[in-house]
């Protein structure tokens, strides 16, 4: 064990119990910064693929030119 972690063990030793629970509330937020699963990154943006509108559009005048005629009767 390094001398930092046995400097933070003997601290945590002096902290009245009530206050352990916030340290390691800390402390898991902090692993949680650094232990972020790329799993869940990568199914997220599978999830957003799939919910993105693809198109294949081969004129893109064509194209505005039917989005205006839908909107604006021309």
């Known amino acids: 064990m390094t001398a930092l972690r046995q ?3 003997k601290e ?3 902290l009245p119990e009530d ?3 916030f340290i ?3 402390i ?3 692993n949680g910064l ?3 699963n790329r799993s869940e990154r990568k199914e997220a943006f599978a999830r957003l693929e799939q919910l993105r509108k693809k198109g294949t ?3 893109y005048d064509e194209e505005l030119a039917s989005y205006r005629e839908e909107k604006y009767g021309k």
């Open 7 to 9: 400097t933070a063990i």
């Open 12 to 14: 945590m030793e002096k």
């Open 19 to 21: 206050k352990v629970g």
């Open 24 to 26: 390691l509330q800390i």
């Open 28 to 30: 898991q937020g902090v």
């Open 34 to 36: 650094y232990n972020d």
């Open 57 to 59: 559009v081969a004129d």
